[in-house]
């Protein structure tokens, strides 16, 4: 190997040992988790009470919202809380406002069949809650998420 | 009278004085950006400006200082960079900061070009010269991020100018009238393959060091001085190493072996496994050997044997800062976009915690309101102080213990994408560092 030659490859294998080094470690894996799936139902939390259990029923509903529409839930929680937020979530996945309705409703419908499976709300209150869900207007019950979301 | 050893000095110091304003004022431009209530965009023109001027001025002031006696042009040049430097540390508002700093550049165009045209009478001989203007041209670029997060610390941004304005004119000592310069054949054509790889070299330099001091400052929450404290690993490592590369067997391989170093420390800050300064020090050593080499020699190829020396310094000069500007334009567009990509993602990460934590509902909405009460008050690139948001929901008699756990996670959340949103410009910077071994390689003839 010529001298020139050789002083390339030292410099080269210099850079590819720090690169290689940094690799190992991490380097290309250090970035901020991905998002779980909005599909995958998480665990109800082990007491609440009235309150808390039809707040848990409406976070429930933005994940299986959001499992529809192939959106992470934050993003679509973030959305909900910020003034204007939910219509940038249309325009930036190019939904129609009344697909974001029915879809907003289906996710309700599902999350409350979820509670009363899980045995959180009894027949009664499933009844009653899926009325509301199927005949309040969907803006107000937005109105009510983003209230409980602060926004 | 000044000896000749002190005139030599005298523009040493010249003409690394204003090759580290180039890059001087990187760590001071967050102070800036809050004294002045401006935005990134706009605080960058303080970086840009000059380094623009630089690169357009650079030509014609080394013509000027060919017609017109160098000693000349050099005095008065730096009596304009002085002038310059004094509004820039008085200046009250951006847009007088930005106009200084462009005069500032033409000021300093003046003083490297001719003081190209002065080395040689000092040191005897054009080569001496040429390495001797070169050296100091890459120590002061190497050296100014460091310089100017001290004074920043320490002082104040407005400092930084303020000392530049006397050291310009104590540089005046070394400047001797010689008569004008002999009227020799016209200036042969500009050696394209060095100045090329000097364009590149220089755009990548940008990243180095003006990504890792965003870095360090805006996304690891470092201070001015402890970041200057790390990115100075680069000129003591480009002045350690520089013996070592000199012992390469010519410029062509000590410059190629310079840029593949440059690359390699580049692409380990894009790859960086973890949010602390300790993992900068290597590629930060990395890069500050292969500029020492990259820089020296090919500058050096850049004016040898070619006539007149100043009027080839001033193409090496407009190459260099043209580069520089090309790799603020990009690198800084690129990053702005992964930045706000990433931003989202911590984002979305930070909601997933908050809902998934063991908190009540109601303290999860709180948090997560006040979360994004925090966001919206950050400034454009710096990562939030997300502390007072936990605070206020402990006092508010939040799970304390789930509280401490969540903060912990998010802040890691947000270091990681911050650091994450440099990856794709720093590795970009290593490819434009690789590619200057393109024109060193086909100028194989001519290095």
Redesign the interface.
Known sequence: MSIPARWLVSAAAAAMLLGCAYLALGGLSYAPAAAPNPCTPRPWPRSLGTQGTLEQIGLDAIGAMACRLHAPREELVLAIAQPGGLHRFALAHHLSDRLLQNTARAGLLEAIARADRAGRINGLEAFLLRAAAENVPIERLVQLARSALGG | MTSARARTLALGLAVGLVLADSSIVILALPEVLDRFGVGVDTVAWVLTAFNLVLALAALPAAYLARRVEPALVCGVSLVVFAAASAVCALAQSIDVLIAARAIQAIGGAGAVCAALELLPSELGSERAAASMWAAAGGLGAAAGPALGGVLTQLISWRAIFAVQAPLALLALAGVRRRGRAAAGPPAGRPHLAANLALGLVSAALTAALFLVVLMLIDAWGLSPFAAALTVSVMPLSAVAAAPLMRR???P???A???A??M???L??L??????SAW?TV??LA?IGA?LAATLLALTGVALHGRDSQAIHGGWTIAARHAGVVLGLLVLTAAFTADLSH?Q?????????LV??S?L???HK??L??AL?QRLGQGSQNRLPNLAPAFAQQRRAGGDAGELDRLQTAIEE??R??A??AF?RSFLLAAAAALLAVLPIARGRTAL
């Not at chain 2, 989202?344 to 997933?352: K, N, P, S």
């Open positions: 390469a067997p010519d062509r391989t000590e190629a072996a310079g593949v170093l690359a390699g420390g692409a380990a894009g790859l960086v496994p973890g949010a993992w290597a590629p990395l292969g990433q989202a993602a911590a984002e979305r990460t930070g909601a997933a809902l998934d063991r009540s509902l109601q909405l709180a997560g309101q994004l959340q947000a990681r994408a650091t994450h990856s």
